[in-house]
């Protein structure tokens, strides 16, 4: 029996100028943290799995340059590469791990990312949603 975990980042960040007239901005939304934790559920054997596959600070874009956004103008940015971890692999031989599997159920991971955002603006109008 063989189990891989790989973890993907696939966010988006909207901004929204809510001022009369057109501003600059330039901006770097990272993966700063982020940690995995098991759940109730979860199969002893999974515990060598590495739950942290990532680098961190990981930059999921950025827009290095200044950028114009029109009076209530909206920019939508989604990652500039989908970033792929390396996935973690592991191989349960003995009857001991494999009979954790079997059976009905689930298990399940919880996720908490904590991201970053450098967002340099003109005057102050540009607000940020991260989804």
Not at 48 to 57: G, I
Not at 59 to 83: K, Y
Not at 88 to 115: N, R
Request: hydrophobic content about 35%; aromatic content about 10%; proline content about 5%.
């Amino acid at each position: 029996m063989r189990f891989t975990l790989n973890a993907a980042v696939i966010g988006r960040l909207s901004i929204t100028n809510t001022f009369t007239s057109g501003r600059n901005y330039r901006l770097t939304h990272t993966l700063d943290e982020y940690n995995v934790t098991a759940g109730v559920s979860f199969p002893a054997a999974l515990s060598s799995l590495n739950l942290q596959p990532f680098t961190l600070p990981l930059t999921i874009f950025s827009v290095p340059t200044n950028m114009s956004l029109a009076a209530d103008g909206t920019a939508t940015f989604r990652p500039t590469a989908f970033f792929n971890s390396s996935a973690s692999t592991q191989s349960y031989t003995l009857s001991s791990e494999v009979l954790q599997f079997l059976g009905t159920g689930t298990f399940s991971l919880e996720i908490y990312p904590i991201t970053g955002l450098g967002l340099n603006q003109t005057g102050g109008s540009i607000q940020s949603s991260d989804t």
